[in-house]
Nanobody
Framework: EVQLQASGGGLVQAGGSLRLSCAVS????????IGWFRQAPGKEREGVSCISMKDGTTWYSDSVKGRFTISRDSAKSTGYLQMNGLKPEDSATYYC????????????????WGQGTQVTVSS
């Protein structure tokens, strides 16, 4: 069974930073992709960033390029999302997902999801 645990959310002021973590278990090999997605009330779930645990290939949504950085620690089976220059519009529940899929921010590709962590950015 694949399990994911997202953590690191919180309340920050605009311009601040947070680092999210996604610990993954259940895969036999590091040949999967970790994706970060977010959903604000009344809005569709959108892809934020993804990384291949195998080779480090990354993808970012246009809205976070230059502000967010995704990384991985294969030894810990963990993906990270460093979020800098946070804006109020970044406020959402952030979910991590993992699956053997291409590195793309398409939520329908992923079968395995974590519980989500809340990010709130005050103005």
């Amino acid at each position: 069974e694949v399990q994911l645990q997202a953590s690191g959310g919180g309340l920050v002021q605009a311009g601040g930073s947070l680092r999210l973590s996604c610990a993954v278990s259940g895969f036999s090999f590091d040949d999967y992709t970790i994706g970060w997605f977010r959903q604000a009330p009344g809005k569709e779930r959108e892809g934020v960033s993804c990384i291949s645990m195998k080779d480090g290939t990354t993808w970012y949504s246009d809205s976070v390029k230059g502000r967010f950085t995704i990384s991985r620690d294969s030894a810990k089976s963990t993906g990270y999302l460093q979020m800098n220059g946070l804006k109020p519009e970044d406020s959402a529940t952030y979910y991590c997902a993992a699956d053997r899929v291409i590195v793309a921010g398409l939520p329908d590709l992923y079968a395995n999801w974590g519980q989500g962590t809340q990010v709130t950015v005050s103005s």
